[in-house]
């Protein structure tokens, strides 16, 4: 989920404050699939990224589009006002109470040596890595994926060679937001998940995005864990409820001490 | 190193490195009271940098800086102008949903701190520069000549002892030009210093009572407009070495 | 315009006389989001520093006069300027932060945020003054304590506050403040090179605007006698706290009061149109629409419009 918003943000250095909310639609879009039409969310995360790649694209189309060029707070306020509006569609959609997704792999566990494991956050770790390797390759191997990387490093450069940028940013938005949807569905079987939950969502990924590095792939995907690690060890220290106070003293450090993050490039 | 008196500006050593660049380097030149200083050199030889760094934007790494007898090095750049030296931008810099008066009261409130006064102020600084029939249009709207005449006259309202001038005429027809020579000895007549970076040559020849060049960070050659226009050195910098022996046109 | 400003105030004085308590309630949060938005105004609309974590004011300013009436007995109306000034206090502090380590646009909004939730998750597990439970203070109606019977008296104070919240942001903007404030908006850098210091003033807007809103947090307390830390410290009520003066016209004097006319009626319709379900989120969509609405077609506000279809420029 992370490495969406670093997507977005590198590209088109638009901060996509709707991003958790995104995510949360992506988790209900899930829970639909699996409840409606009896598809796995291991399976139907694809169609989960795909919808929101339509999303990301349009609002990038027609919204952010508009304000690439505008000062940072206009868009700042615009994904602010889809964040709402986001949230609170899903709030009238579905209501406000916790969803859970029952998956045929919720109930399985396997050993690892002396530890538990529950199987269905095995395959929510293996297939999120293996998507991040999927996007790495992508944004390396692939033309397009180069176009958005230069389009990202110089976007006047690239306007030059004969770039179609705007289509390019599109893409960007739209497989940011593609990850995060499936973010949201490979997750859904592991967390319950409400419309107000988005914004949580959206200073998570936030906190890790900044702490790995705006704009960087492997910034993010470490970001990622590290904040993970730092969580849990807090859970444990402190308290469960004490958790999210790490992850926020350690954004607080991070923004005044090295905004640029551990892999970031800084913003001109 | 003490500071000689009756100097306004001395500048001993001064060297300032970006990553592998050294773009300014063992810089040293002092300016007397009344005078017009010209910085000249090719593209990229440090005359910006070193215009930061004496109005506090930039800290050099080594070497120092006495403005008026004071030592300038560290001093924030409101601090800087407060002391009485000013500077314009290179891009110029307006406000651009203030008016130009507006724009220039600013500059005014640093010396009266009743808008009432500021404006007043602002209101002859804004006449004196010729912008008087603007006064009240956004600033965003003028003509980049009348940008750069705003830019100065916003320095000018903060009544400096020395205003640093980073090209000025850079993209302003010979007319314009004109008009900023004849304003700019003025304000020197006035009693203001000035040290003047400026591509034109003709401009600073005529404005300039003493001329320092600058190549790739150094001082190169330090003299009177004559003396500096033909010297060999100057003539290598900007156009090459082959230029140096070549017989005259 | 003058007269006009006049005989506003004096309807808005006669009101109570004839609204029924609903409307009188819909008109205090009318006038005291306005004074939220007014005292956000100053550091976020005029010093252009936006901040999206001034919730984190209000529940300091709130839960400091709380605590104080209720375990020591003083007087809100004394505890309000304690709360204020503790607000002041921690507004200092990630002022200092923001503003020396040159924290801009984006980043700063992160930093506000992140302190709003650190004071929102400290308290929730701070049993002391009641964690997730939250924190009550009983109903007694004496004025001495700030508590009221009649629900116009609370009506007066709210309109109070806005008015005074207004007559200081206008002052501000007549003088230098106000003016260097614009300034350091439009343009931190030349702000510097004509002598301002943007540093202290960006400080100063940060003070000022912190402890209004911590001031404002004791009218919280004792209007809502609850105070819920994920609702007192938590992002939606620091978007309540920001949408207004956007929309209104943020930088403006007159720019919170417009927004919250608009946003506070649209909120209440809302609530009771999608009112059925029991969420009263549904007004948030509405929200959402308007800031994009806003942010592509009116990026200065309402209010500045409005004036520009009069056909004036504003007399500075």
């Not at chain 3, 809103?213 to 209007?223: M, N």
Request: positive net charge; proline residues 5%.
């Amino acid at each position: 989920m992370a490495v969406g918003l670093t997507l977005i943000f590198g590209v088109m250095r638009v901060v996509n404050f709707a991003h958790g909310d995104m995510m949360v639609w992506g988790m209900y879009l899930a829970w639909m699939l699996a409840t409606r039409a009896g598809v796995d969310p291991y399976v139907g995360f694809i169609a989960c990224a795909a919808a929101l790649f339509a999303l990301g694209w349009v609002v990038q189309r027609l919204l952010v589009d508009r304000i690439v060029d505008a000062p940072h707070e206009m868009q700042i306020l615009l994904m602010l006002g889809v964040a709402l509006v986001l949230e609170n569609g899903a709030l009238v959609v579905f209501g406000p109470d916790p969803q859970r997704v029952r998956s045929p792999l919720r109930a399985a566990t396997i050993w690892f040596g002396p530890v538990f494991v529950d199987v269905a956050r095995l395959v929510t770790f293996a297939l999120a890595m293996a998507l991040t390797l999927a996007l790495y390759l992508f944004l390396t191997r692939t033309d397009l994926g180069r176009t958005m990387r230069a389009a990202a490093d110089n976007a006047y450069g690239a306007l030059v060679i004969g770039t179609d940028v705007r289509r390019v940013y599109a893409v960007a938005f739209g497989i940011g937001a593609a990850c995060v949807g499936a973010a949201g569905a490979l997750v859904s079987p592991i967390l319950p998940f409400q419309p107000a939950g988005g914004l949580s969502l959206s200073v998570a990924s936030f906190n890790i995005v900044i702490i790995g590095g705006m704009g960087s792939l492997p910034g993010a995907f470490l970001g990622g864990l590290l904040v993970s690690v730092a969580e849990s060890m807090g859970a444990v220290f402190l308290s469960p409820s004490m958790k999210e106070l790490v992850s926020f003293s350690l954004l607080i450090v991070i923004l005044l001490f090295r905004p640029a993050g551990l892999f970031g490039r800084t913003t001109t | 190193m003490s500071a000689c008196p009756g100097r306004l500006l001395e500048v001993s050593g001064i060297s300032k490195r970006f990553g592998g660049v050294q773009a300014v380097r063992d810089l040293s030149f002092d300016m007397g009271r009344g005078e017009v200083l010209g910085l000249i050199g090719p593209n990229g030889a440090g005359k910006t940098t070193a215009f930061n760094l004496l109005s506090g934007f930039l800290i050099p790494d080594a070497g120092e800086i006495h403005f008026d007898g004071r030592p300038i090095v560290g001093v924030k750049p409101h601090a800087i102008c407060r002391f009485g030296l000013a500077r314009t931008f290179q891009i110029v810099r307006p406000f651009p949903h203030l008016s130009v008066l507006e724009n220039v009261r600013i500059g005014a409130l640093a010396r009266h701190p009743r808008m009432a006064d500021a404006r007043g102020k602002a209101r002859a600084v804004i006449d004196q520069v010729g912008l008087g029939p603007r006064a009240d249009h956004a600033a965003a709207g003028l003509t980049l000549a009348e940008r750069k005449r705003l830019e100065l006259a916003r320095a000018l309202a903060t009544e400096p002892t020395l205003l640093l001038l980073d090209e000025v005429m850079a993209g302003l027809n010979p007319t314009e030009i004109e008009v900023l020579v004849v304003l700019i000895r003025g304000l020197n007549a006035a009693g203001v210093s000035i040290l003047l970076i400026e591509h034109n040559m003709r401009a600073v020849m005529t404005l300039s009572h003493r001329i320092v060049v600058l190549n790739f960070g150094e001082k190169i050659v330090e003299g009177e407009p004559a003396a500096v226009a033909n010297h060999p050195r100057v003539v290598e910098a900007y156009l090459g070495e082959e230029y140096v022996h070549a017989p005259a046109p | 315009m003058r007269w006009l400003a006049a005989a506003a105030l004096a309807i808005l004085l006669v009101l109570p006389a004839v609204l029924d308590s609903y409307a009188v309630t819909v008109f205090i949060f009318i006038f005291f989001y306005a004074f939220l938005g007014q005292a956000w105004n100053i550091v976020g609309g005029y010093a252009g520093q936006l901040s999206a974590g001034h919730a984190a004011f209000v529940g300091i300013g709130a839960y400091t006069s709380a605590v104080l009436s209720v375990q020591a007995g003083l007087t809100p109306w004394v505890g309000m300027f304690v709360g204020g000034v503790l607000s002041a206090a921690l507004g200092t502090v990630v002022g200092y932060l923001g503003f020396r380590f040159g924290l801009r646009g984006f980043y700063f909004v992160l930093l506000t945020v992140a302190f709003a939730e650190v004071c929102r998750i400290v308290t929730l597990n701070t049993d002391a003054v009641g964690g997730a439970l939250g924190y009550y203070i009983t109903f007694t109606g004496n004025p001495r304590q700030f508590q009221f019977q009649d629900n116009r008296a609370y009506y007066y104070i709210a309109l109070a506050l806005m008015l005074a919240a207004t007559g200081i942001v206008a002052g501000i903007e007549r003088r230098r403040f106000g003016a260097y404030l614009i300034a350091i908006r439009e343009d931190e850098g030349a702000c510097e090179a004509l002598g301002v210091n943007t540093f202290l003033y960006k400080m100063l807007a940060m003070v000022v605007s912190s402890f209004l809103t911590g001031v404002g947090g004791t009218f919280y307390a004792f209007y809502l006698f609850s105070l819920q830390p994920n609702a007192v410290f938590g992002i939606p009520l620091s978007v309540e706290i920001v949408i207004r003066p956007i929309v209104g016209g943020a930088g403006t004097v007159l720019g919170p009061i417009l927004g919250s006319f608009i946003l506070s009626p649209l909120a209440e319709l809302s609530r009771i149109y999608f009112g059925q379900g029991g969420w009263s989120g549904a007004h948030l969509i509405a929200y959402g629409l308007l800031l994009i609405a806003v942010v592509l077609f009116l990026p200065q506000g309402a209010y500045p419009a409005l004036r520009r279809l009069w056909g004036r420029m504003p007399a500075r």
